[in-house]
């Protein structure tokens, strides 16, 4: 066989790989669509498709009460859940790239224990950051203090020129931390303050509103295509440092960045919704065995797939219980822990 067919029958073979990934993510995105009308059409209310089709076109022509379930309650429900989930998987695809460590997410760094820990001093202490609306004060606690333990890691992790490995000891270290502390401010709570702690530590889509819907989306919107554009550097990462390094990637300053990107979409989406466990930790997995490790397929299949498990959630918290919404973060654990498990056994089975 000459060189020149050969040539030929690899880019065939490079352009059908490039076309099954391509519909892999369309087949993600129109599962995702489906989710959302699923989610935006069940519920504990009971109201028919025809009613709710008709106030989402005419939200001032019907019963308030109706109105305020679709315009207030479903919708933003189901929009949050897909950005939460966006943020989650993209997060967590990243992470285990710049830390080549299959089990990072996120929560690796301790941004979700920081934040409960922001939110405890807000709701149990009652400490705010001057000028905060009031309806803001734990969101704001919360992304302040997942932020700034994000920027103590990267201080740290700069100070001690620190390896992945590191990193991620030194991030347990901080959830370990974290932990405690909201212990303490439980340890000091009163009744109705631990309750309310409780409850958000337990991650629950019933907090979306429109401005946050709108702030996180719009950090997905500026960040997404960041991260898109590293999509190369993170592939060539992916062979080691010192193969990334002589392709021309600023290792460090790839890591940096990616550091920054994952600090701010997870300090958001968990200071919004709470403690929102597996999500950022199960997507990049699923995104793998499908589009393996092509960045260009891989960060957007994990957001496709961050977005599906969030959505599917949605439905299953507020719909697994008659008349009561589950907090959607038991709902990602309970499916979490098994599928997660069920995927570390098949990679242990193939090898």
């Known amino acids: 066989m000459s060189s020149a067919r050969q040539a030929g029958l690899v880019r065939q073979s490079y352009r059908r790989l490039l076309r099954r990934r391509g519909l892999v993510l369309l087949v993600l995105a129109g599962l995702i669509l489906l989710s959302m009308l699923l989610d935006f059409a069940l519920g504990p209310a009971g109201l028919p498709p025809a009613t709710l089709l008709h106030i989402l076109l005419h939200p001032h022509d019907g019963p308030v009460g109706q109105s305020v379930i679709v315009w207030q309650i479903r919708l933003p429900y189901a929009l949050m859940a897909v950005c939460v989930g966006a943020a989650l998987g993209l997060s967590g695809a990243e992470m285990q790239t710049i830390l080549n460590n299959p089990l990072a997410s996120p929560f690796t760094l301790g941004v979700s224990a920081a934040a409960a820990f922001g939110a405890s001093l807000a709701i149990v202490l009652q400490w705010r950051i001057p000028g905060v609306p009031a309806d803001w004060v734990v969101s704001a606690d919360a992304f302040a203090f997942a932020v700034g333990s994000a920027f103590l890691l ?34 000091v709570a009163s009744e109705d303050a631990l309750q309310d702690l409780v409850f958000w530590t337990m991650g629950s889509l019933t907090r979306a509103n429109w401005g946050k819907l709108a702030i996180l989306a719009g950090a997905c919107a500026v960040i997404l295509p960041l991260s898109f554009r590293a999509a190369w550097a993170l592939t060539a990462l992916r062979m080691g440092e010192e193969r990334a390094a002589s392709f021309g990637v600023d290792v460090r300053r790839l890591r940096v960045a990616a550091l920054l990107r994952i600090s701010v979409l997870s300090a958001l989406a968990v200071s919004f919704v709470g403690t929102i466990g597996f999500v950022g930790l199960i997507a990049p997995h699923i995104a793998r065995r499908l589009l393996g490790e092509d960045h260009r397929f891989y960060l957007p299949g994990s957001v496709l797939v961050g977005c599906l498990i969030m959505s599917l959630s949605s439905i299953a918290a507020r719909n697994v219980l008659p008349g009561v919404v589950v907090p959607v973060g038991i709902v990602t654990a309970l499916v979490g822990i098994p599928f997660f498990l069920a995927i570390v056994l098949r990679r242990q089975v193939a090898s």
């Open 154 to 187: 990267d201080l740290v992790s700069r100070l001690r020129d620190a390896s992945t490995s590191t990193v991620v000891l030194f991030g347990i270290a901080l959830v370990f931390t974290f932990h405690a502390l909201v212990s303490l401010v439980q340890f």
